[in-house]
Structures are given as C-alpha cells and as structure tokens.
C-alpha cells in the first residue's frame, strides 16, 4: 500500500468537507463531478498546504456556496509528519529517545518486520483542524437552516493515522492492504464528525451548527467524471453558480496576496467594494510558527498552510493588496463576501523562513524516522504555489556555501547526520550503527522513472509478499552523510522534467518522491536489535487550467496526466 501515495491526490477541503457530508466513504464530486474522494490510503504525518500569493485565475480556496458552505481548497502543499499511532514517546526507554534504541527487537526484525516489543495503540483522532467559517454573510441565517455545517474536517487523513498504528519500525508494516484499515476507520471518523465540532481540538467550529451527515451524495456522473483534466481541482471546487456568474476578476489585481481562494466566484467582486479590502495590510500580521513537541506526539497528521509571498511580476501586474489576512497561528481569513476564515494546524504566513518551517514540519520527522517510525512529507498545490521551493528550495551550492533557500530535503538530511552521528556517539558501547539508502524517483506522463538512472523508465511496481509494494529495477543508493544525499539530489533535480509554463517559468512537469530507508542495528542483552524506518519527500506535480498556464503539445500532455495521477490519489 505503501506506494500508491505517489499516485494520490490529497483531498482538499472541499472533498473534506464533502466527505463527511456524504457519509458513505464513497467518491464525491461537485455538480461537475469532477473530482473525487477518499481516504488517503498512506501514513501521511505532516501536510502542507501552501498557497500562491497570487490572485489570478488560480485562486486557492473557493468561495463557498451559501447553501454548502466551504467548498475546497487549491491546498497547495501537503505534506505529511510523524505516526504518532503508537506508545507515546515520553513513555519510552529514554535511551529510544536519543535516537530510539533502546527497544531489544528480535532477530526477526531484520527483514522488516516490526518490533513486537514496540507496543502499538490506536492513534488518538481528532477533529478537523480544517475548518470554515462563515462571518458577515448576507446568507447566514439560510445557511444555518439548511443545516449544513461549513466546517471541514480533515478526517480523512485519520485513516492514515490508524493505518500508521501499524507501521512501527517496520518497512513491512506499510505494506498493509489497504483494506486492513477500511471502513471501521472512515466509520469512527464520521463518528468524530457526528460528534460535533466540540472535538475540534483547536479552530473555529465552536460557531458552527451542528451538521446532519449525507445531505449530499454522490452522483453517477460525479463519480464517472473523477478524473479530471487539469485545472478541474479549481473548477471542481468552485460551485457551479459561482462558476456560471464568475469568469475572471477584471480587478483581481487589487487582491492581490499571499491567500487562498477563488477569484472566479463572484465575492471576489463583491470583496473589491468591499471596504475591509482596504484594511488589508500591504504587511500582513506575522505569528509564530509553534513549535510544541507534544503537540507532535499526540497527532499524526498534521496540515501546514503555507503561503508564497507575491513576486515582483505579479506585484507588478496585480498590486500589493492582500484579499486574506491571518488571525492567528491556525486560521486564516479571506476577507470576502461571506469572509470566510480557514483553519489549520499550522499557518505559516509569507515571512516564515525554510529554516523556520524545516524546525516545525521537518525536525520532528528525523526524529521519528530515527526512532523507527515511518514518515511522509509531500506537498501539494496549484502550479507555482511553492512546493518545489519548500522541498527542494536552492540547492544550487550545497557543498561549498549552502543557501538560506534551501528547502526541507536537504535540511532534513543535514539534521538526519548530525543526530546519527551523535547517537552513534552515546551508543558507542552497544555498537550502534545506521545505514541509510535513497532512491529518488518521478512520475512522470503516467510512468515511473528512475531519477538517479533516467535510462531506467517505465519501471512497474510490483508486490511482494517480503518486499510489500516497491519500483523495480529501482536503483538504490547508500548514503553515509549529507554530502552523498546532496550529490543524489542534484543528480535527480537535473534529471526531473521541469518546463516553462505561463504560471511558473520552471514548473515541474512531474511528481517526484525522494526516499530514504534508514536503518540501524545495536547490541544488547546479548541480542542484536534493528530498527527500520523510512522517510518520504514528495513533491507533486502542481494542478493547474489550462487556460492559466498556456499549456498546449507536449505541455498539455503532462498537465493531463498531472492531473490524472493527482485525482487519482483521491481514490486511494
Ligand atoms: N516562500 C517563497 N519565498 C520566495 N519565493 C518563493 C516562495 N515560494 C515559491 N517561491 C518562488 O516562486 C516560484 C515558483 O515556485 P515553485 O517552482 O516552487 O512552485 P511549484 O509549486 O513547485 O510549481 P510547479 O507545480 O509548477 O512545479 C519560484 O521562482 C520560487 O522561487
């Protein structure tokens, strides 16, 4: 099951929201049915959502239908942090603490299986810290008698979190099918859900109205239409009134800003009469990014919005005004008609630095990969939102003069050394060793291809009952310290398919997974341990219409099949 991620699409918050509306875990679409939902079948950790600061075409988050609250997000990055489906880490042998090894694992565990000595338990769940809230619509009171709760609900990812109750240590135990976690999780999920917005561990639900599930439900031309062209991410969530009175923004420039939303939905024009436009800061508020390490304990997936500042063409082209505001840590406001705010585990405003999000989203993942837990970190979003910059970043002069720019991968790998080496340090006595190996693919037009080894296409995926799902014919690569995983990424970076569209003058034309395997065996009580744990960087491919970036030929090819693959993740 492992794997399949790589295909998926995360679901944005409008197929959050419609999740749990639809009540029955099957596939949703919007009237267009054009995109679909369902559980993320991986172990996600940490998610990113990040946002373009720019307000064109390709907004970030749509502006609600009245009557449906939220509909979605143009969530750009996801990315995903630490299980925390297992004992609690202040619980364990202080000595796992320093790099995890402490746990006597039976020689069994060589072949990846999982450490029975590890105990397991389910992963708490909570409420979604994605939710919407409705201030000074006009509809309010029709909204409330409806009945239907505009709050979103990250529940799906929750399934991952039970799915991760598994995957101690383990390479095997990612390899779950996936119906080992099915629908009694989706079901406790909706039950959270039913349970009201008082779950809601942080966020802005308390205002909600308590929301009868299944008021909408799919349609047969909902579902059959989940594969979408590109561009249907913002379409699909865009609600169909919105859509047949919206078009383009003819005064979209004064809205421009590090946000999320629709700038096809008529509010946008509502929103530039809008005095509070105004009020918008050409300097948004700064808050600081939390880092609160039990906060990582107790939740397994966590969703980091972050948004891209307005580059000097835009600034130049739209202005400097911003349409969305931060109010605190977690929320986020769009200052429409409705003003719409949005919450989230984290927001990471405009100003936050690679080094400030690497020690949030990134830090606690080496951690746990070094403690044998499984990690997964991708992001997703509109073309040009910042994900390859928060992945990859400047990786230009690692060697010699390493940038402030650059990105979580290499900054993960930088701190991934530094604590092996000092774990192996205290562990000296018991003989701790690590290895670690990387592969570094991309999927790219449908087909896998070998980063490291771009002769190798078209690799196939394959299952096995040792291995679980893997890439055949992957080469994989040894690594001993930063430097080798830096010479890995600036092998892969070069090869990766990257092209000049309208929206992004290097777009990535492909979705890459960066993979490192770390390992470690140590001596004790007579008895050799070993650890496994495996870390995963995705960066995805952005979504993006067609009509913003100009793709045609070639370029419209790969959008399709971007486009493909990240619906795709919706049905895992
Ligand atoms: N936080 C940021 N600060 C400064 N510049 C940024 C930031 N995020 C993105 N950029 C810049 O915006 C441009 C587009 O970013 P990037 O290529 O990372 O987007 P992307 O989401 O990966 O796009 P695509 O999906 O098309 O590959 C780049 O020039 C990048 O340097």
């Given at each position: 099951m492992y794997p399949l991620w790589l295909f998926a699409k995360p679901p944005s918050l409008k197929k959050l929201a419609y999740e749990d509306y639809d009540g029955e875990g099957s596939s949703v679409g919007d009237e267009d049915g054009e995109q679909s939902a369902a559980d993320p079948a991986v172990t996600p950790r940490f998610a990113f959502v990040t946002t373009r600061g720019e307000n064109g075409d390709g907004g970030n988050l749509w502006s609600p239908k009245l009557d449906h609250g939220i509909v979605g997000a143009h969530v750009n990055e996801l990315a995903l942090s630490p299980?925390?489906?297992?004992?609690?880490?202040?619980?364990?042998?202080?000595?796992?603490?320093?790099?995890?090894?402490?746990d006597a694992a039976?020689?069994?565990?060589?072949?990846?299986?999982?450490?029975?000595?590890t105990p397991v338990r389910a992963p708490k769940r909570r409420m979604t810290k994605l939710t919407w809230q409705s201030r000074a619509s006009p509809d309010k009171h029709k909204s409330s008698q409806l009945g239907r709760s505009p709050s979103l609900t990250r529940g799906q990812f929750d399934k991952s979190c039970v799915d991760a109750a598994s995957d101690v240590g383990s390479v095997k135990s990612l390899q779950q099918p996936a119906s080992s976690s099915g629908m009694g999780t989706r079901d406790s999920v909706l039950n959270n859900f039913k349970s009201g917005p008082g779950h809601s561990q942080k966020g802005g639900v308390d205002s909600m109205p308590s929301t009868p599930l299944g008021s909408r439900k799919p349609r047969n031309s909902e579902l059959n239409r989940s594969i979408t062209s590109l561009g249907s991410v913002t379409s699909a969530a865009t609600p169909r009134s919105a859509k047949r009175h919206g078009g383009h923004s003819s005064t979209s420039n004064a809205l421009a800003a590090a946000g999320l939303m629709s700038t096809r939905a008529n509010g946008v024009r509502a929103l530039l009469q809008n005095q509070q436009a105004d009020q918008v800061a050409t300097e948004p508020a700064q808050f600081q990014l939390e880092e609160d390490p039990n906060f990582w304990q107790d939740h397994s997936v966590q969703v980091l919005i972050r948004t891209r500042p307005i580059s000097n063409s835009e600034a130049s082209q739209?202005?400097?005004?911003?349409c969305v505001k931060q109010e605190s840590a977690h929320t986020i406001t769009w200052i429409g008609q409705p003003e719409a705010r949005f919450t989230f585990d984290h927001v990471a405003g405009e100003s936050i630095s690679q080094e400030e999000l690497f020690r949030v989203a990134g830090l606690p993942m080496v951690e746990n990969c070094m403690s044998g837990y499984n990690s997964c970190m991708f992001a997703y979003g509109?073309?040009?939102?910042?994900k390859t910059h928060t992945m990859l970043g400047d990786i230009s002069d690692l060697h010699h003069q390493p940038s402030n720019n650059r990105g979580m991968t290499p900054r993960v790998f930088e701190s991934l050394f530094t604590k092996i080496k000092m774990a192996e340090e205290l562990q000296k006595q018991e003989n701790l060793r690590f290895k670690c190996r990387c592969f570094f693919l991309e999927i790219y037009n449908e087909q896998i291809v070998d980063l490291l080894e771009p002769s190798s296409f078209n690799l196939q995926m394959r299952e096995d009952?040792?291995?679980?799902v893997y890439v055949e014919g992957l080469l994989e690569v040894e690594v001993q310290n930063v430097q080798d995983v830096i010479h890995l990424l600036l092998l892969g970076a070069a090869n990766r398919k990257v092209a000049a569209t309208n929206m992004n003058?290097?777009?990535?034309?492909s979705h890459s997974v960066f993979t490192c395997t770390i390992e470690s065996q140590w001596e004790s009580d007579h008895m050799i341990n070993y650890r496994f744990g495996r870390l995963n960087l995705v960066d995805l491919a952005g979504s993006e219409r067609q009509r913003a970036s100009g793709a045609d030929g070639e370029r419209l090819k790969e959008a399709a099949s971007i486009n493909k693959s990240l619906s795709t993740l919706g049905h895992i």
């Open positions: 299980p925390k489906a297992i004992e609690p880490r202040r619980k364990r042998n202080p000595r796992s603490d320093l790099g995890g090894h402490g039976p020689e069994s565990a060589k072949n990846g299986q999982s450490a029975p000595s739209q202005g400097h005004s911003r509109q073309t040009g939102s910042g009952a040792n291995k679980g003058k290097e777009s990535s034309r």
